[in-house]
């Protein structure tokens, strides 16, 4: 077997290593490189499939390895960071251990993607990496942008675990980032997305990050109703 082979497993195994230093630095009390750590495991979870597929090396493990990984990192460690958050607040002492409705969510989404035929080239439900580059904007933005101290609020944190637990596994369905050639025909609305979203984090900095999930949704609903409406 060629090493090309072994690359996509690679960085899905990248993937779970930032993961499980991210909780590491949660549990160390570091509420900034655990949301770092989530996005540089993104572009590893963006990049492993991407490779499986541009190399024609996919299977059967690789892709359940890649939804173990995403259960750490996209799962458990978006959990700790809202736990961490929480227990900073003047909550009852139980209320923090709330925020792993995510991580048990996030594990439900992921097994339903795993038997679920009609998610191959799309997404139904708001996928983990989405959820989690959502939570982990929240430390960064209090750190480095002032003005936004409501995210603080554990109505706020509580309300956000509630209802992207239930996006993780409604009957919402999403583009996925895939492409299978690069043509403007097939990928519109796949560049729209990301030129958008470049904008919105060049001018707005980690604000950024919740405005575009809330695009990535939009996005998706108005691409699907013009399916439907051709």
């Known amino acids: 077997m060629s090493i090309r082979h072994y690359i996509p497993n690679a960085l899905t195994c990248s993937n779970l290593v930032c993961g499980c230093l991210g909780v590491v630095e949660v549990l160390e009390g570091s509420m900034i490189w655990g949301p770092y750590l989530i996005w540089l495991a993104a572009i590893f979870d963006f990049f492993d499939g991407?490779?499986?597929?541009?190399?024609?090396?996919?299977?059967?493990?690789?892709?359940?390895?890649?939804s173990l990984?995403?259960?750490v990192t996209f799962g458990l460690l978006p959990a700790m960071i809202l736990f961490a958050m929480l227990r900073e607040t003047a909550v009852p002492e139980w209320v923090p251990y709330l925020a792993f409705i995510v991580a048990i969510f996030s594990a439900i989404r992921l097994a339903k993607f795993n038997v679920d035929t009609r998610q191959t080239t799309s997404f139904i439900g708001v996928?983990?990496?989405?959820?989690?580059?959502?939570i982990s904007s929240?430390?960064?933005?209090?750190?480095?942008?002032?003005?936004?101290?409501?995210?603080?609020?554990p109505a706020f944190l509580l309300a956000v675990?509630?209802?992207?637990?239930f996006l993780l596994v409604a009957e919402l369905p999403l583009?996925?980032?895939?492409?299978?050639?690069?043509s403007w025909a097939h990928n519109r609305v796949k560049y729209i997305f990301l030129l958008l979203s470049l904008l919105l984090i060049i001018f707005f900095?980690?604000?950024?990050?919740?405005?575009i999930i809330l695009l990535y949704v939009a996005l998706s609903m108005f691409h699907k109703e013009h399916e439907i409406s051709h």
């Open 50 to 66: 991407f490779a499986a597929r541009t190399l024609k090396v996919s299977s059967p493990i690789g892709g359940e390895l890649d």
């Open 69 to 71: 990984a995403d259960m």
């Open 127 to 134: 996928p983990t990496p989405a959820n989690a580059l959502l």
């Open 138 to 153: 929240f430390p960064l933005i209090l750190d480095r942008q002032p003005g936004w101290e409501f995210m603080r609020h």
């Open 161 to 165: 675990a509630f209802i992207m637990s």
């Open 175 to 182: 583009f996925a980032l895939k492409f299978k050639d690069f």
């Open 205 to 211: 900095k980690f604000v950024a990050i919740p405005l």
